[in-house]
């Protein structure tokens, strides 16, 4: 089972950039459907976006066109860009790893402050 390390989380103004990365132990990191989750002060936790094994990524609403999700199978690594961040994307984001019928696994979380 992976084990997952995220980064590069931090404070940004309005309209600014972060990129944030997950790393992942494990030699079957390719058979994991990988996802970001957000959880927002006082609010339930939230799915962002999910990428497929073989590399399709989906958003939700709030954030389309604004994130991207990649990720390489090579490095055990996601990473999400996070362009013309809002004050509402302000969250502690986790990485998420699903695979059949084995327990999903999460990281720490990595907060991220959007504020001016």
């Known amino acids: 089972q992976v084990q997952l390390v995220e980064s590069g989380g931090g404070s940004v103004q309005p309209g600014g950039s972060l990129r944030l990365s997950c790393a992942a132990s494990g030699a079957t990191f390719s058979r994991y459907v990988m996802s970001w989750y957000r959880q927002a002060p006082g609010k339930e936790r939230e799915l962002v976006t999910t990428i497929s094994t073989g590399g399709s990524a989906n958003y939700a609403d709030s954030v389309k066109g604004r994130f991207t999700m990649s990720r390489d199978n090579a490095k055990n690594t996601v990473t999400l860009q996070m362009n013309s961040l809002k004050p509402e994307d302000t969250a502690v984001y986790y990485c998420?790893?699903?695979?059949?019928?084995?327990?999903?696994?999460w990281g720490q979380g990595t907060l991220v402050t959007v504020s001016s």
């Open positions: 998420n790893a699903k695979r059949p019928f084995l327990r999903e696994v």
